[in-house]
Nanobody
Framework: QVQLVESGGGSVQVGGSLRLSCVASRYIASTYCMGWFRQAAGKEREGVAFIKRDGSTRYADSVKGRFTVSKDNAKNTLYLEMNSLSPEDTAMYYC????????????????WGQGTQVTVSS
């Protein structure tokens, strides 16, 4: 059974930084595609950053240059380093995993964590 547990969310001021972590069960980080999604109040869930099984990454245009996704296979952990945060980044952030890469839409990822809240205030 795949389990994903996020942490690292919190409240930060505009321009600040946060680092999210997602600990995965067993060997998931090294063998699955993993990614971060977010969902702001009243909005649809959107893909933020992804890392494929080969280590290649992709980002939403809105976070390019500010967010960095990485993983530590030995720790079975996925990270999201978020810099230059703005109020538009306020959302619940979810870690997700999929055995294969198809697309960045939420329905392509069968496994999800419970989410961690990020709030950016001015």
């Amino acid at each position: 059974q795949v389990q994903l547990v996020e942490s690292g969310g919190g409240s930060v001021q505009v321009g600040g930084s946060l680092r999210l972590s997602c600990v995965a069960s067993r060997y998931i980080a090294s063998t699955y595609c993993m990614g971060w999604f977010r969902q702001a109040a009243g909005k649809e869930r959107e893909g933020v950053a992804f890392i494929k099984r080969d280590g290649s990454t992709r980002y939403a245009d809105s976070v390019k240059g500010r967010f960095t996704v990485s993983k530590d296979n030995a720790k079975n952990t996925l990270y999201l380093e978020m810099n230059s945060l703005s109020p538009e980044d306020t959302a619940m952030y979810y870690c997700a995993a999929a055995p294969y890469w198809y697309t960045s839409v939420p329905t392509a990822f069968p496994y999800w964590g419970q989410g961690t809240q990020v709030t950016v205030s001015s």
